[in-house]
């Protein structure tokens, strides 16, 4: 598991005693693992009685430190053991990184099967809609003659307006080609 040195340094002020307090401590990673599994929000941290004393600085840098080690050890599928022995490493008490690392353990295949859901929304086409308008003539122009298409592109995305858009038939060919460019470029790799 890489993890940047920054993070590491991050971890040894949040691994000092005298910085953050055990009892903070043990407060915050519960509530690390709180809202990663979606039952609090980073704001109930904040407000949180126990982390009262803690200088909110502090607190920020601890949780974001403590929240990247667990993210980057559930991603690469970390040994509980290799949790405690960085943390370890990075001056933490041999009894702040075990309760940590038993806390790790337990909800490593939640955490796990949450960033397995997890993916970026990219839209999803799932309907197009088109209309040709002729426009005859403008307040500008005696006559224009001109088709333009009118596109609709509705997507997966439940509060999304659908993409509305004119073009003219060239326009609308070139589109068309490089959706074909598409389709074949995908079926070439696909059939690989």
């Given amino acids: 598991m890489e993890l940047s040195p920054d993070l590491h340094a991050s971890l040894q002020v949040c691994g000092d005693a005298s910085s953050l307090a055990d009892d903070a401590f043990y407060a915050l990673s ?31 840098q601890s949780f974001a430190a403590i929240v990247t080690l667990i993210v980057e050890g559930a991603k690469n599928d970390a040994e509980s053991d290799d ?33 397995g859901r997890s993916r970026t929304l990219v839209p ?26 009118i596109i609709n592109i509705k997507t997966d995305l439940q509060d999304a307006k659908p993409v509305q858009f004119a073009c003219s038939m060239e326009q609308l060919q070139d589109l068309v080609a490089k959706l074909k460019d598409a389709a074949r470029s995908l079926e070439k790799s696909s059939s690989t």
């Fill in 124 to 149: 999803r086409v799932i309907d197009i809609d088109w209309r040709l308008d002729y426009y005859m003539k403008s307040k500008q122009l005696e006559r224009i003659n001109q088709p333009t298409y």
């Fill in 30 to 60: 519960g509530l690390v693992f709180d809202v990663l599994l979606e039952k609090k929000t980073e704001d109930d941290v904040l407000d949180d009685k126990r982390l009262g004393g803690v200088e909110k600085g502090l607190l920020k």
């Fill in 83 to 115: 949790l405690t022995h960085y943390l370890e490493d990075c001056k933490f008490s041999p009894e702040k990184s075990q309760k940590l690392g038993k806390m790790f353990h337990k909800h490593k295949p939640e955490i796990r099967a949450l960033l």
